[in-house]
C-alpha cells in the first residue's frame, strides 16, 4: 500500500451540482404527500443516503409509511431524479472541477470517487468526467453512509493507498466527519461554518492548487 498522494472527491455539489434536481425531486414527492420541502430542509439532507433521506422527509411531514410504501416511495422519487439528471451535460460541471481532474491526471496521482449517490455513473457520464476516475465507490458499492468511513476506507483500498495518503473533498459536514474518522485530510468546499474538521475550506475547485493538496498531505502526515 503506498504512501503517495491520493484524492478522494465527493460528487455532489463538490464536482457537479445535482442539488437542485434532488431538491425538485424531494419536493415533488413531498408535496404529492401533501406537504411541502424547503431548501433549508434540503440542506440538511447533504451527504445523507437515499433511505435515511426518506425517513427525514416523512418525519418533518409527520407521516408513517411500512418498510414496503418507503421502499416505492424512494424509488419514485429517484425515478424522476434520474429522468432529471439523464439531461445533464458537460456544462453543470463546477467552476475548476475539470482542470483540478486535469492537473491531478497528468502528474500521476489517483483520483477516486467516493458519494453516496446511486447514480454517480450516469452522472459521470453525462458530465463527460467519468474518465478521471481511477476507482468509484457509491451508494451501489457500500452499506452504510456517512458519516460512517466506509466510502472513504473502501476508495483508498482500491486505490491501493493508505488513508494517510487520500485527501478526500467533500462539501456536507457528514463527509468531512467520515474523511476524519477514516484517518484522512479534508477539503471542504463551501461555508466554513457548515464544516467544521476541515483543514482547509474553499468556494470550489478552482481555489486550490495540485501544490497545495500535496502540502496538505504532508503536513498531515
Known amino acids: 500500500m503506498t504512501q503517495q498522494t491520493a484524492c478522494i472527491f465527493d460528487l455532489d455539489g463538490v464536482l457537479v451540482d445535482t442539488a ?41 411531514g409527520g407521516i408513517r409509511k411500512s418498510d414496503a410504501e418507503r421502499e416505492e416511495l424512494a424509488s419514485l422519487k429517484n425515478s424522476w431524479y ?45 458530465t463527460g468526467l467519468a474518465h478521471f476516475f481511477d476507482a468509484i ?32 473533498f467533500e462539501d456536507a459536514f457528514a463527509g468531512v466527519q467520515a474523511a476524519n474518522a477514516a484517518g484522512m485530510g479534508v477539503v471542504g468546499i463551501g461555508d466554513a461554518e457548515n464544516l467544521k474538521g476541515a483543514q482547509i475550506v474553499i468556494k470550489d475547485l478552482s481555489e486550490i492548487t495540485v501544490a497545495e493538496i500535496e502540502a496538505l498531505n504532508r503536513f498531515l502526515k
Open 82 to 126: 434520474v429522468a432529471m439528471i439523464s439531461k445533464m451535460t458537460a456544462g453543470e460541471v463546477l467552476p475548476g472541477s475539470l482542470e483540478l481532474l486535469r492537473q491531478l491526471k497528468q502528474q500521476g496521482i489517483k483520483i477516486a470517487l467516493g458519494s453516496a449517490s446511486k447514480n454517480s455513473a450516469l452522472i459521470l457520464e453525462r
Open 137 to 168: 465507490v457509491d451508494g451501489n458499492a457500500v452499506t452504510t453512509s456517512k458519516p460512517d468511513p466506509e466510502v472513504f476506507i473502501k476508495a483508498a483500498e482500491l486505490l491501493d493507498t493508505a488513508a494517510a495518503g487520500c485527501v478526500v
Open 20 to 60: 437542485v434536481y434532488h431538491y425538485k425531486a424531494w419536493k415533488q414527492l413531498a408535496n404529492s404527500l401533501g406537504f411541502d420541502f424547503t431548501h433549508a430542509q434540503n440542506e440538511q439532507l447533504k451527504g445523507v443516503s437515499r433511505m435515511r433521506s426518506l425517513d427525514m422527509i416523512l418525519e418533518w
